[in-house]
């Protein structure tokens, strides 16, 4: 069983920054490549990036590919979504989700474990 917590979002203006974190519970998170999701109002949940167990690898949506960044540490079982030049379309529930064995996981079905979500809200 894993938890997974978020934290970070926030209020901030377009073309600025956020960084979120997710912190995981239990003892083998490196076994798990980890996802970043968001669901904007109205719309499906989307995938925006992912990560493998060791770190290693990492992909993205073509929305955000350049601007953001997933990273993670292990030791202190917390992955992280650096966002930059934040756009109003960016406006969402951002979600960290945990898959165990390889990455390049992109489907909501694929992942076991969700946090609850941060809202990060992006004006013009």
């Known amino acids: 069983q894993v938890q997974l917590v978020e934290s970070g979002g926030g209020l901030v203006q377009a073309g600025g920054s956020l960084r979120l974190s997710c912190a995981a519970s239990?003892?083998?998170?490196?076994?798990?490549?980890m996802g970043w999701f968001r669901q904007a109002p109205g719309k499906q949940r989307e995938f925006v990036g992912g990560?493998?167990?060791?770190?290693?690898?990492?992909y993205y949506a073509d929305s955000v590919e350049g601007r953001f960044t997933v990273s993670r540490d292990n030791a202190k079982n917390t992955v992280y979504l650096q966002m930059n030049s934040l756009k109003p379309e960016d406006t969402a529930v951002y979600y960290c989700a945990a898959v165990y064995g390889s990455p390049w996981h992109t489907a909501e079905a694929e992942y076991d474990y969700w946090g609850q979500g941060t809202q990060v809200t992006v004006s013009s």
């Open positions: 239990g003892r083998t998170f490196s076994s798990y490549a």
């Open positions: 990560i493998s167990g060791n770190g290693r690898t990492t």
